[in-house]
């Protein structure tokens, strides 16, 4: 971005501004170079993170210029170094809409996921060796940013890709984003860049360090850090925060006519980038490597990923995109990813640590899980320290005992999961792990019913279920009884206000007053919540109720085939296998549940309170485009909400089924698709296919 003329002529300006700022004496005239200077000590520090003055010299250039247009306002410009600083946002980030959709990146994990998109890239260019380009995939947020006649205009989140939350003011506070950029050198009025905002692992430790001296507790790793910045409030605290930012994609560039004819626009990926660097953005440059054909490719993702631990930030994976912007348009993209790209992500980190104890909680069906207490340990920025065990085969499984070395991973870098035990490394003071014989809570006495691999307390009065179906059943898919959520239920259970489901409509809410945090309005809300939570349809209740192996759609199933729910109680568990999707497992648990008489009271109790458990009877719509189909869903859709795609099925005259099964028709694949997929593929009677199809078949 400077070549070394101008290094050395900003330099000198430098040391003449501060032999004025040293005698009070920096004058109005100076103010444009003073700018110049401090942009110029901004790139030295936060892009090539080589500082040619103190923070002390550059300090004391920021407040002479402060000082000047303090007394001349009149005079500030937009991109003044001064401008980043921002007195706070307002209560809400307004929606904005991206000028390109910002889409996701079809994953591989392995070489021969590489030689495929390898093999789909060359039939698509007619190429028989394709160049690409290779980044670092960094983990942290992702941002747009908008720049219109070299100023910058509005920076978003990524939001749901076609719609992000302005951030435009604490944007400005990262550093390392320039504030005016001479995109009209290039003959570009107008552009959208993309690129990750992350917390490097040294301002990560220095922040956390910062928080510990102040008695808060520390943030959970750079990802989250740098993510939840992007939404405070409060713009001082998100540049105390050393945030930086990585902008490695135009997505977007309108045309006017070029400055200089020593400039032309790119025509690569990797001239993109050159250019974003040279107009002193901190592109990935650097990090960059342009290689033919993808056994170079394979080779430098290998090498990469050895030596991830030694980067000053996170990296989750590499971005490998074919580099030729022509070539990029002619493969094109599909509603989801670009075709031209694809992301290489790393093995779930790992670590070692000790199995120090084993807990057990009880879950709302009785099922007993066993919960792995080790010596704290970092993984991928998270510091681990329970991890479930599953159940007692699992435990049997591992060879795990009390006292093991035990390797750790975070599965897909979120969930964490022992992989194994070491036997060698015992030492004789280990112990078994025996598994109870008796509730932990309750001290009822578990079974195991044929077939499962869980211990089940089969006490339904047993606190912690009791505990667990009141969370369930105020939950956002089932009753929705906003304010009631996890903490309010453990604390109105402690102190008695609350006891099963039915009390949830007896509260004491002259008590709650009394608590601290419960104003008049909180207690309007709630009251008015748990009203309201009388009146949902029928399948949202069913769902409630939390019968074992009934979900959302078999739920509906079953409120289509009652016109009162107590009457279930006099269907076979072969007249409920003849409903849609209804097996003999889970019609065995819908007749249990009705035959209990404690169930039946309950549904009793309840209607007494007023919540509704009749039917409101609906005409069943048939004449779609989707009638007579099945459909389930998997995986996270590019643009639609899980709940919207089903409500769109069944407004076209389909229906959801809960799992997959012969009588499934099609399976709509979204990303991170798991176990649901698997299965599909050894069906042949079902058809996979992506949100775009299941969009056109609605439509066609």
């Known amino acids: 971005m400077y070549s070394a003329s101008a290094t050395q002529t900003l330099q000198q300006q430098t040391k003449q501004l501060l032999s004025s700022v040293q005698a009070h004496s920096v004058s109005e005239k100076e103010i444009t170079v003073l700018r110049d200077a401090l942009r110029f000590h901004e790139y030295r520090y936060y892009i090539l993170n080589d500082p040619l003055i103190s923070d002390f010299e550059y300090d004391s250039l920021y407040k002479a210029l402060e000082k000047i247009e303090a007394d001349q306002p009149s005079i500030i410009t937009p991109d003044s170094p001064t401008q980043r600083v921002a007195k706070g946002l307002g209560t809400d980030f307004q929606k904005v809409t991206h000028l390109v959709p910002m889409l996701s990146l079809e994953n591989s994990y392995n070489a021969d996921d590489l030689i495929d998109w390898d093999r789909k890239a060359k039939e698509l260019t007619g190429k028989d060796v394709v160049e690409y380009c290779a980044e670092p995939k960094f983990d942290g947020a992702g941002i747009s940013l908008i720049y219109e006649n070299d100023l910058l205009v509005r920076g978003a989140t990524r939001g749901d890709g076609t719609e992000g939350e302005d951030i435009t003011t604490n944007i400005k506070q990262i550093r390392s984003i320039p504030l005016s950029a001479k995109f009209s050198d290039y003959g570009i009025k107008q552009i959208e860049i993309r690129g990750e905002v992350l917390m490097t692992k040294k301002n990560f430790k220095a922040y956390n360090d910062q928080l510990a001296e102040e008695n808060l507790p520390p943030l959970a790793n750079p990802r989250n850090a740098a993510s939840g910045s992007l939404r405070i409030k409060d713009a001082k605290e998100v540049a105390r925060r050393n945030l930086e930012a990585f902008l490695y994609h135009v997505g977007y560039f309108s045309k006017t006519e070029a400055r200089s004819t020593k400039y032309k626009v790119p025509q690569s990926h990797a001239a993109a980038l050159s250019m974003l660097w040279n107009l002193g953005f901190r592109s990935p440059e650097k990090e960059k490597k342009i290689i033919k054909g993808i056994e170079g490719v394979i080779a430098h993702c290998k090498a990469y990923e050895e030596q991830r631990d030694e980067l000053p930030y996170e990296i989750d994976g590499m971005v490998i995109k074919v580099n030729d912007l022509e070539l990029q348009d002619q493969m094109g993209m599909t509603s989801h990813h670009p075709r031209w790209a694809i992301a290489y992500k790393f093995k779930a980190r790992q670590a070692t640590s000790k199995l120090r104890a084993v807990e057990y909680q009880v879950g709302r069906t009785g099922a007993v899980t066993p919960v792995a207490k080790i010596d704290p340990v970092p993984i991928g920025g998270v510091t681990v320290t329970s991890i479930s065990l599953h159940n007692a085969d699992f435990i049997a499984e591992k060879d795990l005992?009390?006292?093991?070395?035990?390797?750790?991973?975070?599965?897909?870098?979120?969930?964490?999961?022992?992989?194994?035990?070491?036997?060698?490394?015992?030492?004789?003071?280990?112990?078994?792990?025996?598994?109870?014989?008796?509730?932990?809570?309750?001290?009822?006495?578990?079974?195991?019913?044929?077939?499962?691999?869980?211990?089940?307390?089969?006490?339904?009065?047993?606190?912690?279920?009791?505990?667990?179906?009141?969370?369930?059943?105020?939950?956002?898919?089932?009753?929705?009884?906003?304010?009631?959520?996890?903490?309010?239920?453990?604390?109105?259970?402690?102190?008695?206000?609350?006891?099963?489901?039915?009390?949830?409509?007896?509260?004491?809410?002259?008590?709650?007053?009394?608590?601290?945090?419960?104003?008049?309005?909180?207690?309007?809300?709630?009251?008015?919540?748990?009203?309201?939570?009388?009146?949902?349809?029928?399948?949202?209740?069913?769902?409630?109720?939390?019968?074992?192996?009934?979900?959302?759609?078999?739920?509906?199933?079953?409120?289509?085939?009652?016109?009162?729910?107590?009457?279930?109680?006099?269907?076979?568990?072969?007249?409920?296998?003849?409903?849609?999707?209804?097996?003999?497992?889970?019609?065995?648990?819908?007749?249990?549940?009705?035959?209990?008489?404690?169930?039946?009271?309950?549904?009793?109790?309840?209607?007494?309170?007023?919540?509704?458990?009749?039917?409101?009877?609906?005409?069943?719509?048939?004449?779609?485009?989707?009638?007579?189909?099945?459909?389930?869903?998997?995986?996270?859709?590019?643009?639609?909400?899980?709940?919207?795609?089903?409500?769109?099925?069944?407004?076209?005259?389909?229906?959801?089924?809960?799992?997959?099964?012969?009588?499934?028709?099609?399976?709509?694949?979204?990303?991170?698709?798991?176990?649901?997929?698997?299965?599909?593929?050894?069906?042949?009677?079902?058809?996979?296919?992506?949100?775009?199809?299941?969009?056109?078949?609605?439509?066609?």
């Open 401 to 700: 005992r009390l006292g093991d070395s035990v390797l750790v991973e975070r599965a897909g870098d979120v969930i964490p999961y022992i992989v194994k035990s070491f036997p060698e490394l015992r030492n004789g003071s280990e112990e078994e792990i025996v598994f109870p014989t008796h509730c932990p809570v309750c001290n009822h006495q578990l079974v195991k019913p044929e077939g499962e691999a869980v211990w089940r307390c089969t006490n339904i009065n047993c606190e912690a279920q009791v505990v667990e179906r009141i969370i369930h059943y105020n939950s956002k898919d089932a009753m929705d009884i906003r304010g009631m959520g996890e903490a309010n239920v453990r604390k109105f259970y402690d102190l008695g206000f609350l006891k099963d489901i039915p009390s949830l409509y007896q509260l004491p809410y002259e008590q709650i007053k009394t608590l601290e945090g419960f104003g008049a309005k909180s207690i309007d809300n709630l009251r008015t919540a748990i009203e309201h939570s009388k009146t949902q349809p029928l399948y949202r209740f069913i769902y409630a109720l939390g019968i074992r192996f009934v979900g959302e759609a078999t739920a509906k199933t079953l409120a289509q085939s009652v016109t009162y729910l107590p009457d279930l109680k006099n269907k076979s568990q072969e007249e409920l296998q003849q409903l849609e999707d209804v097996g003999p497992k889970v019609a065995s648990a819908i007749y249990e549940f009705f035959q209990n008489k404690e169930n039946i009271e309950l549904l009793k109790q309840l209607e007494e309170l007023g919540v509704q458990l009749k039917n409101e009877q609906k005409e069943i719509y048939t004449g779609g485009n989707l009638s007579g189909l099945t459909f389930l869903f998997t995986g996270t859709l590019p643009t639609l909400k899980r709940s919207d795609a089903e409500k769109m099925v069944e407004e076209n005259g389909g229906s959801i089924l809960s799992g997959v099964s012969a009588k499934l028709n099609y399976l709509v694949v979204g990303e991170d698709a798991g176990s649901k997929l698997e299965k599909a593929k050894k069906l042949n009677t079902v058809k996979i296919i992506s949100e775009e199809e299941f969009l056109t078949m609605i439509k066609n």
